[in-house]
């Protein structure tokens, strides 16, 4: 079964920096692009970084130069370090495989909250 258990959220104050760090299990990791998503509140959930089976990175423009998407294959997790935090980054983040749900259809996990206030 799988299952995707994200961690390391929590309070930053502006220009701060958070890592969020996802743990996958249930099926072979090191196969799938993997990716972080957020959801801010009232908004639709949104793909922010991707990195492929091999560690190549993407990332969309409004987090460019400051949010870093890496992997371990040996440990089947995907980590995100952001950096240079601004409000409108808070939001739920998400790990899933790129397309999202492809080897599960429709599950997430229980996400890690990310807040940006001072």
């Known amino acids: 079964q799988v299952q995707f258990v994200e961690s390391g959220g929590g309070l930053v104050q502006p220009g701060g920096s958070l890592s969020v760090s996802c743990a996958a299990s249930g099926y072979i990791f090191s196969l799938y692009t993997m990716g972080w998503y957020r959801q801010a509140p009232g908004k639709q959930r949104e793909l922010v970084a991707d990195?492929?089976?091999?560690?190549?990175?993407n990332y969309v423009d409004s987090v460019k130069g400051r949010f870093t998407i890496s992997r371990d294959n040996a440990k089947n997790t995907v980590y995100l370090q952001m950096n240079s935090l601004k409000p409108e980054d808070t939001a739920v983040y998400f790990c899933?495989?790129?397309?999202?749900?492809?080897?599960?259809?429709?599950?997430w996990g229980q996400g890690t909250q990310v807040t940006v206030s001072s």
């Open positions: 990195v492929t089976s091999g560690g190549l990175p």
């Open positions: 899933n495989t790129l397309p999202a749900g492809i080897i599960r259809e429709g599950y």
